[in-house]
């Protein structure tokens, strides 16, 4: 756990750098593909030129001989709720952060982005030896602070981030429906994959992976003493070959846990700690934009 001092530091420049990410346009994308979503119908009108055809009411237009177009408003709010992986395996970084300080930066993404448009950001803190915390989503800016301030934190414990008790209380627990970010590294994680369908029928799932790069290249040559996060601690010899099969290996591991996202109905983006995650981010949100506007 963080010194408060440093607690407060880390919050800071948290906060510096979400904001200029936003505003390279992060939020108007998140604003663009989410606040559609929210909507209930208000009433019916008569179509003009330019109107969304597929607003059009059939039956009101043939009761009254004429098109009539439904008039929508956005519900209150959305819930945002970020799921944050708390296991030991996020406390492993070889660039200028762990996957746990990246994940901290793409949730205050998320969180203030989430404020920008008057949604209400929640938190999920889960995997590990603690039990899942949860805090319910709520509005305004004190939100935020409390929100990351509960992240930074976060104590990392446990050798895995396991999904089966985040995934029964997205299911039975979080009563409204909600846009669900799931953050963490998976490859090491376990999940019933009919739990992660049920999770994805009630509410939209969005993972999020996050690794470092030597975890998906495998480490520089050398001889390694692993330090036993994920398993016992042992001495790795690194060479080429050795390298290549890891890389593989862990090819193969992404593809597995894409397709079990996919299968279940949530979107996966896998992102390193040395990438520029707020364009992959909108990139996200843009091809789900044109996949809602083709439906």
Not at 2 to 27: S, V
Not at 123 to 128: A, D, H, K, P, T
Not at 253 to 259: F, S, T, W
Request: contains cysteine.
């Amino acid at each position: 756990m963080l010194e408060l001092k440093d607690l407060l530091r880390n919050l800071h420049l948290i906060q510096i750098r979400t904001r200029k990410k936003m505003q390279g346009g992060l939020a108007s994308s998140y604003r663009n593909v989410f606040r559609g979503q929210g909507l209930e119908f208000s009433e019916v009108r008569e179509y003009v030129e330019g109107d969304d055809i597929r607003l059009i009411d059939w039956n009101v237009s043939a009761r009254h001989r004429n098109l009539y177009v439904k008039q929508l408003m956005e519900e209150r709010e959305l819930n945002i709720i970020t799921a944050l992986q708390g296991s030991r395996t996020m406390d492993y970084g070889t660039t200028t952060r762990t996957k746990f300080h990246a994940a901290a930066e793409i949730a205050a993404l998320l969180i203030f982005s989430a404020l920008h448009t008057g949604d209400r950001p929640g938190l999920i803190v889960y995997g590990g030896d603690a039990p899942m915390e949860f805090v319910p989503p709520q509005k305004g800016n004190q939100q935020g602070f409390l929100l990351l301030k509960r992240i930074l934190a976060a104590r990392l414990v446990g050798h895995r981030g396991d999904l089966d008790e985040l995934l029964k209380f997205l299911t039975h627990g979080l009563k409204k429906k909600s846009v669900v970010f799931l953050v963490g590294d998976f490859i090491y994680s376990r999940w019933i994959p009919e739990q992660l369908e049920m999770a994805c029928r009630r509410h939209d799932v969005i993972a999020l992976g996050i690794l470092d790069p030597t975890e998906v290249e495998g480490p520089p040559g050398g001889v390694f003493v692993l330090d036993g996060v994920a398993s016992r601690a042992r001495v790795v010899a690194v060479n080429r070959r050795t390298r290549e099969q890891y890389a593989a290996g862990v090819r193969r591991r992404l593809e597995e846990v894409a397709a079990i996202f996919q299968k279940a109905g949530a979107d996966f983006l896998l992102l390193k700690t040395d990438s520029a995650y707020e364009t992959e981010l909108q990139q996200l949100f843009h091809r789900r934009l044109q996949i809602q506007t083709r439906a």
